[in-house]
C-alpha cells in the first residue's frame, strides 16, 4: 500500500463539525481522518447517523476568511 498527499480547495464546513469540510465539487473531506467520505445507499454517514445530500444545505456554512488565511 501506498500513501498520497491531495490538496482540495475547500469553500464550506459543516456548522456542527468544522472538521467536515466541502469542496466546490460536493466532496465531502473529513480532516481529522484524512479521508473523503463516500455516498451511500442511504446517504453520508456523520457521526453516526446518515444524512442524504438534500439535507445538507441546511447543515453547512461558508468557511469565514479569517480562518482559511489569517495574513489577508
Not at 467520505?37 to 442524504?52: D, S, V
Not at 447543515?59 to 482559511?68: D, H, T
Amino acid at each position: 500500500m501506498e500513501q498520497v498527499n491531495l490538496t482540495f480547495k475547500v469553500i464550506w464546513r459543516f456548522k456542527e463539525y468544522p472538521h467536515l469540510k466541502i469542496t466546490k465539487d460536493k466532496k465531502i473531506i473529513d480532516c481529522k481522518k484524512s479521508r473523503l467520505l463516500t455516498y451511500n445507499q442511504r446517504g453520508f454517514f456523520i457521526n453516526g447517523k446518515y444524512y442524504k445530500r438534500k439535507d445538507l444545505n441546511a447543515m453547512i456554512e461558508k468557511i469565514p476568511n479569517n480562518e482559511i488565511c489569517p495574513f489577508k
